[in-house]
């Protein structure tokens, strides 16, 4: 007893020792060099720390991602994340743990990047075997399996294949640049290509996958196709968008247009670091690829997004659901889809451009010419998502040289409304996906000096909710914007209607399935209303009365918009038409079984009407439409016998979609009527009278 320790071997505390001298730091810890940077680790020696974390066998409460097509994933290389509020010494630290933990094991790891300015954590080279120990680390909300991602145009060596219709129009391109500047995450550029010359900065960032294949040449001029072209798009001399602006560019892309998400990320931060080092005037980051959805790509794209940088991404090429794919599918990067010269949606042999809800508009993408890298003078045509995606970027980059105090709300809200609409046919998308896909062309808005008065509202989609009894979709807006209209739609029409809610400080529109449902889709309104002041009055279900109405009590509030659900389950019992009380448009009513939800607001200026249009019968569709200089906020249906799949919004018309009954059992007293709130905002000192019809 207490003798012990003395008899303890004396040589292993000199074979620690020992060991400790031969390997040098590396072998207690990872070494970091000046980026922040690790490299392998070959030997560590387990904390008490490590100890006590291993005996309490953590139960993983992080979760796991991949990329969901099989051909594209890395395995083998792994994004950690890390938790918003974790410190910086405690990311290096967990890094650390995991190799410590791992080496105990008897696996060796590679810390290939430690992440800090866009969002805590690491890039690790690991087996998935450990996947399950890094999980139970402290500090790590998710890890992801990297992933590859792709340029978005028809690589050069299909070109050949595809026949491709030159067009000979002339291109008569806007000038501006100012002190904005355009990142462009791609392959390689000409940088001394005339249309270029003087305009691109090429940094010293490069982190690309090596080619596939052994016999593949890296010949320099198609190594800088895809990146010389999309420079030339923005900002050339002749073909430009955005003539003069200053682009810097990052090599994320090889030479066959192939990079990973971590590459992407990693660039991103680049980035970042820039803006740090040295802050310059408003940026604009065109992301011309896409890969699989990835949380931890799209997650990045919110924090720079929320430093002041606009971001552009393709939606892709893949003639698939936006929403699959990243960054596209980050709601706070304006995704850009491809027309070609008719306005048409462009086809690229079998594939062709996404589509859908996460799109937010589409711009010429079709036999583009721009900057060719095989000579200094030369000139080639190229398709895609990424030269859609290269219009875009130009056209923000002219808007934020004219006025740089615009937020990325008031810069997507300006892109969709002064876009052309109801250009594109329809038919080309999936049946499902066209009342979700914005119809809408990019053009080069006016410029809004002295445009005072405007309201800009713009329409927003939730994912779908599945068709569980009881699920529910959600659709929110982007701050600064105010949710001022909720609606819901369901393909099978059964639904339990809408209603807005505040959930984490923020206004969000909730749409409820209905059993027996397919499930169904919350239809956000979202507008910038500066000094809005906004609350939701609900009146609960009026029972013994002939219908419920809800209406905004607050002096100098005003209506702009209604929604309404149902707690029952059956909603397939015909009920008779609801109609608005005559004198009272500014009240929302609906049937006695419901609850229904007023939308109120008051803001300097604000005043708003109701309109509504209704047919005998059962229709397809009922619209009704705003007037001229008047914005639609709300949009829905006054409740009646016939049948809705639904009510949304497109542009400021109010579509109500009906279900397909049959002509039996209907009769032509029934109506289906469609109700448009429409407002404006009036300069200050100006004053109107608050119309109704």
């Not at 430093?307 to 304006?334: K, M």
Request: charge should be negative; aromatic fraction near 6%; charged fraction near 20%.
């Amino acid at each position: 007893m207490g003798t012990g320790s003395s008899r303890r071997p004396w040589w292993p505390p000199l074979l620690l020792l020992l060991l400790l001298l031969l390997l040098g730091p590396a072998g207690a810890r990872a070494q970091e060099d000046e980026d922040g940077d690790y490299e392998e680790l070959v030997l560590a020696f387990r904390s008490e720390e490590d100890s006590s974390a291993d005996t309490a066998q953590n139960v993983a409460t992080a979760t796991f991602h991949r990329c969901a097509k099989d051909a594209w994933r890395l395995p083998g290389t792994y994004m950690v994340v890390l938790k918003e509020e974790t410190h910086r010494s405690q990311t290096e630290r967990t890094a650390r743990r995991l190799q410590a933990q791992a080496a105990h094991r008897g696996y060796l790891t590679k810390i290939l990047h430690v992440f800090h300015d866009l969002l805590p954590g690491f890039l690790v080279k690991m087996s998935g075997d450990l996947l399950e120990l890094a999980l139970t680390l402290p500090h790590v909300q998710y890890i992801e399996e990297d992933s590859f991602v792709f340029a978005q145009s028809i690589p050069w060596n299909l070109e050949r294949i595809l026949s491709v219709r030159r067009q000979a129009d002339e291109h008569h391109a806007p000038t501006g640049g100012g002190l904005v500047e355009v990142y462009l995450l791609d392959t390689s550029i000409q940088s001394g290509h005339r249309e270029i010359e003087g305009r691109v900065v090429v940094t010293d960032f490069e982190n690309v996958p090596e080619e596939d294949g052994t016999r593949f040449h890296r010949q320099a001029n198609k190594c800088d196709s895809h990146g010389t072209h999309l420079a030339g798009v923005v900002s050339g001399r002749d073909a430009g968008v955005a003539k003069g602006a200053s682009l810097r560019s990052l090599r994320v892309l090889n030479c066959q247009g192939k990079g990973t998400v971590s590459s992407t990320l990693t660039g991103l931060e680049f980035i970042r670091k820039s803006q740090l080092a040295q802050p310059a005037g408003r940026l604009v980051v065109l992301l011309p690829l896409a890969g699989g959805y990835s949380p931890t790509l799209n997650a990045a794209c919110q924090h720079l997004a929320g430093t002041g940088a606009v971001l552009v991404a393709a939606a892709g090429n893949f003639r698939d659901d936006a929403c699959l794919y990243s960054p596209a599918s980050a709601p706070e990067v304006i995704t850009v889809g491809a027309t070609n010269a008719q306005d048409q949606p462009v086809t690229l042999g079998v594939l062709g451009t996404n589509f859908g809800r996460c799109v937010d508009l589409f711009a010429p993408g079709d036999d583009i010419i721009g900057a060719s890298s095989d000579c200094s003078t030369c000139f080639t045509s190229q398709s895609g998502t990424s030269q859609a995606a290269a219009h875009v970027a130009g056209i923000v980059a002219r808007m934020l040289t004219a006025e740089p105090e615009l937020t990325l709300a008031e810069l997507r809200q300006r892109l969709i409304r002064f876009s052309a609409k109801d250009v594109i046919n329809e038919a080309w998308f999936p049946e499902d996906q066209r009342v979700l896909t914005p119809n809408l062309v990019a053009t080069l808005p006016p410029s809004t000096y002295g445009a005072g008065g405007q309201l800009f509202c713009r329409t927003v989609w939730s994912a779908h909710s599945g068709p569980t009894r009881m699920a529910t979709a959600e659709a929110r807006c982007a701050a600064p914007e105010e949710l001022l209209g909720c609606s819901s739609f369901s393909r099978s029409g059964k639904r339990r209607g809408e209603r807005i809610e505040a959930r984490g400080g923020r206004r969000v529109c909730l749409a409820h399935n209905a059993f027996g449902g397919e499930g169904v889709y919350a239809v956000a309104r979202c507008c910038l209303l500066p000094q809005a002041n906004c609350h939701v009055h609900t009146a609960p279900p009026a029972g013994a009365g002939v219908q419920t109405q809800a209406r905004c009590p607050q002096p100098g509030h005003v209506l702009t918009g209604c929604s309404s659900h149902w707690e029952v389950e059956d909603l397939g019992t015909p009920r008779r038409p609801v109609l608005r009380p005559r004198g009272q448009p500014d009240q929302c009513v609906g049937h006695k079984e419901a609850s229904i939800h007023a939308s109120c607001c008051h803001a300097p200026g604000l005043e708003c009407k109701v309109r509504e249009h209704g047919i005998p019968g059962p229709a397809e569709k009922v619209t009704v439409a705003c007037e001229g200089g008047w914005t639609l906020t709300g949009c829905g249906t006054l409740p009646g016998a016939c049948p809705t799949l639904g009510a949304y919004a497109v542009d400021s018309t109010c579509v109500v979609r009906g279900r397909d009954i049959g002509a039996g059992g209907r009769t032509g007293e029934e109506a289906a009527v469609a109700v448009a709130i429409c407002c404006r905002s009036r300069p200050s000192g100006e004053q109107a009278p608050q119309e109704a019809q």
